[in-house]
Nanobody, 119 residues
Framework: QVQLVESGGGLVQAGGSLRLSCVFS????????MGWYRQAPGKQRELVAA???????NYADSVKGRFTISRDNAKNTVYLQMNSLKPEDTAVYSC?????????????WGQGTQVTVSS
């Protein structure tokens, strides 16, 4: 099993920045992909960004150039740096990790953290 704990959400004005963190523990040797998803009220969950252990990246078109996913293997942590935030980025952001090496990791999930961007 793998446990994930997110942090870093909050309220920010449009144009501002936030950095989300996700620390994972447990059977981490199995993890070979990490990602962030978001779900806004009334909308389906969508993949925001993902990274594999080999360094492959995947970003949603809506966040390209504004968000950056990165990882710190020594700290068992994956980050999502969010810049130039827009009100439409408001959502619950969830970290997920995978053991299949895909750019849409879904095997284990965190509890989610709220990001609210005010206009």
């Amino acid at each position: 099993q793998v446990q994930l704990v997110e942090s870093g959400g909050g309220l920010v004005q449009a144009g501002g920045s936030l950095r989300l963190s996700c620390v994972f523990s447990g059977s981490i040797f199995r993890i070979n992909a990490m990602g962030w998803y978001r779900q806004a009220p009334g909308k389906q969950r969508e993949l925001v960004a993902a990274i594999t252990s080999g360094g492959r990246l995947n970003y949603a078109d809506s966040v390209k150039g504004r968000f950056t996913i990165s990882r710190d293997n020594a700290k068992n942590t994956v980050y999502l740096q969010m810049n130039s935030l827009k009100p439409e980025d408001t959502a619950v952001y969830s970290c997920a990790v995978g053991i299949r090496g895909t750019l849409s990791p879904k095997d284990y999930w965190g509890q989610g953290t709220q990001v609210t961007v005010s206009s």
